[in-house]
Every structure is written in structure tokens, then in C-alpha cells.
């Protein structure tokens, strides 16, 4: 068992550490939120809550909506007892949006627009799911620069991720109509200029459609930003994800000088070879069945209790 390397602090208020021993960079789709309810437990609110207050910064990198971190996790974490000093950074949108939130709830939201998909794209995309796909998925229409389509949570993921393939062609197919270059996976279709300006990107429960610029590396450099804005470099940054994608947080964290450990919850994807330690719910004792949320509760928890104790 890996044990959790941050030393003992007070819980007693809110710390304001200007080197915390360590910053956590969190995915929320699979490691906070349940992919299946969509929902965030308890447990891994009250734990974030701790953790904050303790001074260890709690940071969200996340292709979801600020919308969806208002409700799914803010407003929990408020009314867990988040005290009053504690700040918190939400990146959304793979860092197109963001915006931090305190006890007294959500601050200014930040919206890179050169960064957004073309307004019409997104209304023709929104008429396509409407006319042939509403019965899988739903458009989410709390995007500002992304376009995102969603399984519907009664709908069987078996049945959802057969119905995305239909979606994300005609998504391509409408990429080209609109004269621009889009890439899906291996797919590369560029525009008539030779360049590929979006992305495709399919996960297990959405699609999203977005700037190729866009990604789990830019909100990395986003978040070292609005702490270094705080005046606070952390000494060691732990990531933690669902899939390949999420590396990028640790890629460019790594590539930048700062010392990083990924946790990847839900490994069976296979875990690449990287120059820093991936970590996975084994390395806590647990068995290969505990991923997704309950592998990021287990993290939570255990750093949680390094602090405490």
C-alpha cells in the first residue's frame, strides 16, 4: 500500500499555505461525479471540504459545464460546512471556462471565446439530436464553448455507445458542411485550407465537440495560474482521472517541473508507461472491481486521514 506523503496539519479552520506539501487536480466525471448517476457522494464531499480547509488546494479540470460544478459540486460542498476562507478553482470546459467559488458561492465566470465552436454548428448539432437522437442522448445546454451531447442515464450504456457512433459521423459529416477541419480519434478530415481546428471526442457517456486547442493540459496550466495568482506553488501535484486523456494533466505538470503522481481510477484501459508513478486503486489495497468514484473516494479519504493525522 502507497501511503499518502502529506504531513500532519489542524483541522481547526482554514489554512492559507503559501507551499502546500501537495495540490489536487481532479477529473470530475468517474473520479468525483458517479459516471452512472451523474451524482457526487457524500463521503467525497465531505472529504474535498476537509482537505481544503486544511489548506491543501482542491482543483477541478473538467470537460463539464460550470453550470454542472455549480450543483453537483459546490452547492454540496457549501452546505457540507465549507468555512469561509476556503477557495476553490473549477476549469471547465477543458479549459475554455472558469471561475472559483468560496462558502460564499460562485465569483466571476471566465470564458475564452476564441476558444468556442462556431454558434451555428452548435444550433445545427442541437436540431440533429433532436430530430434523429433524443431517444440516446440530449444536448447540454449549459456549454458556452464546447457543444456536448449526453447519454440519458435510463438509457443502457450498451445501447447509448451504439447510437454514438451514428451521432459522432454525422457530427464529422457536419463538421465539413460548415467548411471546417475536424479530427475524431484517427479520423483526420481537414478543411479546405489543410487545418484542423476541432475535435471529436468521444467518451463513455458523452460526445464532445470542441477547439483542438482545448484539453486536460491547458486547464493544468490554468490551474498552476490562479494558484500562483493566490501566491501559492505547491511542492507536488497529484491528478487523478478516468482515462488516457486525463495523463495530460500530468503530462504537461511533468514537462513543466512540477513534481506529479497521476491516479488513474479506471486502469483496465491500460496504463501507459510515463516518466512519473501512476497510481491506482491497488496501490491502496483494494481489489481491481473498486473504480471510477469509489477508487477516488479511497484517494480522497486517504489523504484525508494523512492530514488528520
Known amino acids: 500500500m502507497t501511503a499518502p506523503e502529506i504531513p500532519a496539519a489542524s483541522m481547526s479552520g482554514v489554512r492559507q ?10 477529473d470530475v466525471d468517474g473520479p468525483v461525479a458517479s459516471p452512472v448517476t451523474r451524482d457526487v457522494q457524500p463521503g467525497i464531499i465531505t472529504d474535498m471540504v476537509a482537505l481544503a480547509a486544511a489548506g491543501i488546494p482542491v482543483i477541478f479540470n473538467t470537460g463539464r459545464s460550470d453550470a454542472f460544478i455549480r450543483e453537483q459540486v459546490m452547492e454540496p460542498m457549501i452546505a457540507a460546512g465549507m468555512p469561509s476562507g476556503t477557495v476553490i478553482h473549477a476549469i471547465c470546459e477543458k479549459g475554455a471556462v472558469w471561475f472559483s467559488y468560496t462558502a460564499a458561492g ?14 451555428a454548428y452548435g444550433d445545427d448539432v442541437r436540431r440533429l439530436v433532436a430530430e434523429d437522437y433524443s431517444a440516446h442522448m440530449f444536448f447540454d445546454e449549459t456549454k458556452r464553448a464546447m457543444v456536448s451531447v449526453e447519454q440519458h442515464i435510463k438509457v443502457p450504456s450498451a445501447d447509448y455507445l451504439a447510437e454514438q ?18 479530427v475524431r480519434l484517427d479520423h ?50 497529484r491528478t487523478m482521472g478516468d482515462s488516457r486523456t ?55 479519504r486517504s489523504w484525508r486521514e494523512a492530514v488528520e493525522n
Open 17 to 26: 499555505l503559501s507551499s502546500p506539501p501537495l495540490a489536487l487536480l481532479l
Open 106 to 119: 460562485p465569483g466571476p465566470i471566465h470564458v475564452d471565446h476564441e476558444l468556442a465552436v462556431p454558434k
Open 165 to 182: 457512433q451514428l451521432f459522432d459521423t454525422d457530427a464529422v459529416d457536419l463538421m465539413a458542411r460548415h467548411g471546417l477541419g475536424v
Open 188 to 237: 483526420h478530415a481537414p478543411n479546405s485550407d489543410d487545418s484542423v481546428d476541432y475535435r471529436v471526442d468521444p467518451t463513455i457517456i458523452s460526445t464532445d465537440i470542441e477547439s483542438v486547442r482545448l484539453g486536460k493540459d491547458l486547464g493544468a496550466g490554468r490551474a498552476v495560474e490562479l494558484l500562483a495568482a493566490q501566491g501559492i506553488t505547491p511542492q507536488a501535484w
Open 246 to 300: 486525463d495523463y495530460a494533466m500530468a503530462d504537461w505538470l511533468h514537462h513543466n517541473d512540477h513534481p506529479v503522481k497521476h491516479v488513474d481510477v479506471r486502469p483496465a484501459d491500460g496504463v501507459p508507461v510515463k516518466p512519473y508513478e501512476v497510481l491506482t486503486a491497488a496501490d491502496l489495497g483494494l481489489g481491481n472491481e473498486v473504480i471510477h468514484d469509489d477508487a477516488g473516494a479511497a484517494f480522497l
